[in-house]
């Protein structure tokens, strides 16, 4: 007959786990290895610094003539083209999933048929379908990398949409790619010449079977206050008090998507439009004649934000080849702690009731 105590049953206390985990170390710190594997193997792993028994030996040495072959390659694990079983989560369609900020130098044709290559920022997506664990996201790269030696275009990305679209089997897919774009500007009045650099970014979204060609540009500008202007000329008149209005650093971001079947939009048109609406655009070379004509050109061009984004308005409204387009500006302030913003869509593309919390602050130009 067998007896055992009620207290078998029982569940352990913390205190007395901690004293059997004390027991058993002790026992394990002088048992031999054959003892502790025949006891349980996992007793070695709560002997800190010493080895577990039946740990594999590994090769530690890089192989450096390994060489992988098709069979090889069909032995090795593929969890992203697994089976919806190992979808972890709501098994949902994601809308975009790919690659950010993958770099690689692209070149670009200008509108005097020159050529620039320029280290451009690529983001691919693809959309993914409900009953998928995932994509190939280096497939995206190979692609680009494919047609990395041709001069883009909307043609070239749009072929590069279309081969990982395929390879990937996915209905809609996106490409964005952005880049620092130079263009020489002369100063106002010494004759002197530099480089302005605009951040520009090409977009290619396809979705539901539509495809939309969309150009986003950045434009720095500054931006005299109107009402700082009139005040501090009335303390000029009225109190022969010296007093200066604020100005600051401007930026605005024009997104405009691209009709179907007109000419094609040069960066640098889009640029011209952009210092036709605002021509307070900051300097590159500055000579002191070239300080005075700007001071000049700004108080002749005083602008709020909300003047901003009507005056680009007006600018993107005359050009036949854009459609849909979106104006955000931010005057930085000098006068407050907190920037001055506005934001003016025309068309379904750009039209949204929430915006990304972050958007404004994207706008902050550090040179």
Known sequence: MNHHSRDMDRHPSRAEAEAALSLLRRWADTATADEITTLDPLVGRLIPGRAVPDYPALARAYPEDFAVDAAYKASMPDLQN???????????????????????????????NGDLTLETSVTGTVSLEAEKKGINMSRIMRTFYAHAEETFSFDVIERALDAYKTDLDSFDARIQMRFSFPMKVQSLRSGLQGYQYYDIALELVEQGGVRRKIVHLDYVYSSTCPCSLELSEHARQFRGQLATPHSQRSVARISVALEPGQPVTWFEDLIDMARAAVPTETQVMVKREDEQAFAELNAANPIFVEDAARLFTEQLQLDPRIGDFRVIASHQESLHSHDAVSVLTEGPTFAAQSLDPRLFASLFHVG
């Open 82 to 112: 697994g089976p919806s079983s190992l979808i972890r989560g709501a098994q949902q369609q994601i809308q975009h999933v790919g690659i950010s900020n993958f770099r690689l130098p692209i070149r670009f044709h200008t509108r005097d």
